[in-house]
Structure formats: structure tokens, C-alpha cells
């Protein structure tokens, strides 16, 4: 199977929502991240808003009105919870990208409809818990299944250079995520042993995101999670592990992209 699912990007986890998340079967973990399921039931006039700061990668999501490939982000989301409601998601790998569309770049804070009337009628009836002695864990899996088995067959179709470079670019991200010190493209090229250039195109075609701003997401993601842990932490010494020039620096990411301070978004969102 392939790595565990997190729950780094969303923001602000709480008891409004169940999301279940499921790994990767191991013929696609190289195309696909996780599967995660969100299912909501909330009281007539109830809303609730949940801010999510998402991986830098594309998702193909599942909803009761369709099927939608949804794009990259560069800045934190709020979704509005109301009624009842459920999603069945791909987190989809950078070699799953070229899937599904070839200018990843075109989605960036985006998202177009999906033409796959097959896959959104079957995920809807297993959803439903259409069929006798299905429990809910069972209605998910079957769902999950679904969305693996149509990425399955588009890739059946990928030519070699593709998912040749595919893996190239799944590592690039992979040394991003891991905080193992490359903290600008030209440690991502050297790691990569490509120019900076072919780095940049790699992002590109394969992320829609450029490398600059991969890292700058990685380490806000981290900082929000470690905020969360601890509203107390020394912005400092946080600022100095995750890569950030200094304090002010930080200060600013988090203004500019969740629109609070450190302190004061760490402080909403603890436990």
C-alpha cells in the first residue's frame, strides 16, 4: 500500500464532518496519494465552515451533482458545510496528473467537470448504500474502489515517456514534502540532478505549480500543523526549522495565505 494518509491540509479539523481516508493500492500509489471520503449531517439552518489549505496537487472528486477535476491552490479555501452531504476524492499524484488533463497550470485555484457519467451513477449508489447488508465502511471502500478502477483504465492508455517522467516529477514532490533541507529549486535541481530549467518545466506540466512556490507551501503547511499542536511556540525557532528567513517572514506567509497571524490563527484553532 502506499504511504499513510495525512490530514495536514485541512486546517480546521473538528467533529462537523467524518473524513475517512484510504491509502493507495499499490498498482496506482505512483498516480494516485490517498482517496478521502468527507460525510456530513448537520441540523436544518446549521452551517459550518471549514478552512482547508490543500496539498499542491490536483484532486478528481466525486459530489451528488457530478464528477470534477479540481485544480492546485495557492491560498487557503473555506467550504461551507450545511444539510447532508458526502464527496469521494482522489488526491492524485503528480504522474496521475497528465490523466486528466495536460495543463495542470490552467487549474490553479480552479477546477473543470469531468465526463464520467459511469463512474459519478456508481459512487452515487454505493454512497447511497444501495444493496442489502452494506455497512458504511463497506459503502466507502466500494466508492474508493470505484475511483481507483477509473483511474486504472485511463492510465492504461498513458504513453512510456509520460509515466517516465512522472516519476520524476512524484520524487520532486516527495523531496519537497520530506523537510530534508532543499529550501530553493536550485537544491531541488541538484537533488534531481537536472538543471533548474528542466525543474521548472517538470512543475509545470506535471504540478501546475511552480518550484518557489511548492516549498513555501510545504513549510506553511508544517507551520500551521505545528501552530495547531502549540499556540505557544517560539516563532523563531519555528521560522528557523521550517526555512523561513526569519519571524517577520513567517508573520507574512501566514497573513498573506490564511489571513491571521501564527499566534492568533493557532490560537482559534487549537485541539
Known amino acids: 500500500m502506499s504511504e499513510p494518509p495525512t490530514t495536514r491540509g485541512h486546517l480546521t479539523p473538528g467533529p462537523h464532518a467524518t473524513v475517512t481516508r484510504l491509502p493507495a493500492p499499490d498498482d496506482v500509489a505512483h498516480l494516485v496519494r490517498q482517496l478521502w471520503i468527507p460525510e456530513w449531517s448537520l441540523p436544518p439552518g446549521e452551517r459550518v465552515e471549514q ?55 490552467g487549474l490553479l485555484d480552479g477546477s473543470v467537470p469531468l465526463e464520467a457519467p459511469g463512474l459519478h451513477r456508481a459512487v452515487a449508489e454505493s454512497m447511497a448504500g444501495a444493496g442489502p447488508g452494506r455497512d458504511a465502511a463497506a459503502r466507502r471502500e466500494r466508492a474508493a474502489a470505484l475511483v481507483v478502477e477509473h483511474v486504472r483504465a485511463r492510465a492504461a492508455g498513458l504513453p512510456s515517456e509520460a509515466a517516465r517522467d512522472g516519476v520524476l516529477a512524484n520524487r520532486l514532490v516527495d523531496l519537497v514534502e520530506s523537510g530534508t533541507g532543499a529550501r530553493s529549486p536550485d537544491d531541488l535541481a541538484r537533488e534531481l540532478h537536472v538543471s533548474v530549467r528542466s525543474l521548472q518545466r517538470l512543475a509545470a506540466r506535471f504540478v501546475g505549480m511552480p518550484p518557489q512556490l511548492l516549498l513555501r507551501r510545504r513549510r506553511l503547511q508544517e507551520a500551521a500543523e505545528r501552530m495547531r499542536a502549540d499556540p505557544d511556540t517560539d516563532l ?36
Open 236 to 271: 523563531g525557532v519555528l521560522a528557523a526549522e521550517l526555512g523561513f528567513a526569519d519571524q517577520a517572514h513567517l508573520t507574512r506567509e501566514f497573513r498573506s495565505v490564511l489571513g491571521a497571524t501564527p499566534r492568533g490563527y493557532g490560537r482559534s484553532r487549537a485541539g
Open 51 to 105: 478552512l482547508v489549505l490543500g496539498y499542491p496537487a490536483s484532486n478528481v472528486v466525486v459530489e451528488p451533482d457530478g464528477v470534477a477535476l479540481h485544480g492546485p491552490t495557492t491560498r487557503a479555501s473555506t467550504r461551507v458545510l450545511t444539510g447532508q452531504g458526502w464527496a469521494v476524492g482522489a488526491l492524485l499524484r503528480p504522474a496521475g496528473v497528465l490523466l486528466f488533463t495536460e495543463r495542470p497550470a
